[in-house]
């Protein structure tokens, strides 16, 4: 353990560590990728999708070992029992920190199937990323705007059936589809603008996870609701990297999907859309009075 350092040294041994075990790492999965393009036959690209998820969690193994090298950090994490690396999840979160991450995948490392979001189509020309994204399956999709339809009948239902053509793929390999609801990370200035109606949290935004449903439904019927809280409040990256955060909880509740809301058309059937986003905003609304009631119990 090295937490007796000085703050900055620790901060430049961390942010040193990050970028060694990222890039040995990387450069392994772009060689899972290379292999994946070279042969486009389904099987093997099954196969070699899980070398580039087995090679991921091995960084993220390598992330959870530089911070417990250098941080002292109390975790407090509620609701890890019961789950398992074998089923399909869809995890949602509040957002406070890009430190969320770290913290997602150190929790949920090895425990759940690794963490996937959904991209817009066009990021899979993203220079580097955009590979290593592909080699790992993370679903790449196309969306029509309300009006492109309305200019275009023929695209009606063309979004979600292409999403469902590229989640084909999760049938044989479990998936944990990461969500965060609020699109942003929250700041005073944001809060203020949106006029929030919680107090710890922005407004959530329900279609993402309303057409990771519509896709998915066949397979993802349990949500992991996720409230990660900072008690001496939000850090920002170089508190992080210093090893100033001296508390983290992580609060898991499994939740079920309701039945009606799989396999639904979140853009196009109104009523659904309707009652699925006052279901969000139900859960939303506990979610900020659970993080009232943890940052109360603080002590001053």
């Known amino acids: 353990m090295l937490n007796f350092l000085p703050a900055p040294i620790i901060g430049a041994v961390a942010a040193i560590a990050i ?5 040995f790492w990387c450069l392994l999965l772009y060689l899972a990728a290379i292999a994946k393009l070279i042969v486009p ?17 091995a960084w993220i193994s390598g992330n959870s070992a530089w911070m417990w090298l250098t941080q002292r950090t109390e975790w407090r994490v509620h609701g890890l029992d019961d789950l398992r690396y074998d089923e399909w999840y869809l995890v949602i979160s509040n957002h406070q920190s890009w430190v969320d991450i770290f913290v997602l995948q150190h929790v949920f490392n090895k425990r759940i199937p690794f963490l996937k979001f959904f991209l817009k189509q066009e990021l899979i020309w993203v220079p580097v990323i955009g590979l290593a994204w592909w080699a790992l399956d993370f679903p790449f999709m196309k969306r029509y705007s309300r009006e492109q339809i309305e ?15 590229a989640c084909e793929k999760f049938k044989t390999t479990p998936v944990s589809v990461m969500n965060f609801l609020e699109g942003t990370r929250i700041t005073p200035a944001k809060h203020k603008r949106q006029e929030s109606p919680y107090q710890h949290l922005l ?18 019927d349990t949500m992991l609701d996720v409230t990660i809280v900072y008690p001496q409040g939000i850090p920002d990256a170089w508190n ?8 983290v909880e992580v609060i898991i509740k499994k939740r079920p999907i309701p039945a009606e809301f799989l396999n639904r058309d979140y853009q196009n059937d109104d009523a659904f859309r309707d ?10 609304l506990e979610k900020d009075m659970l993080l009232d009631q943890q940052l109360a119990a603080v002590p001053e």
Do not use: C
Request: charged content about 30%; glycine content about 10%.
């Open 275 to 284: 009652g699925f986003q006052a279901w969000v905003r139900d859960l939303w």
């Open 19 to 23: 970028f060694f075990n990222t890039l």
């Open 203 to 220: 407004k959530p935004k329900a279609g993402g996870i309303g057409f990771v449903l519509g896709a998915m439904g066949d397979q993802i």
């Open 240 to 247: 992080f990297l210093r090893g100033e955060v001296k508390e």
């Open 41 to 57: 036959l389904s099987a093997w690209r099954r196969q070699w999708t899980k070398a580039a998820i087995w090679l991921a969690e």
């Open 151 to 165: 200019r275009h009948p023929e695209l009606r239902g063309k979004d979600l059936e292409t999403t469902r053509k």
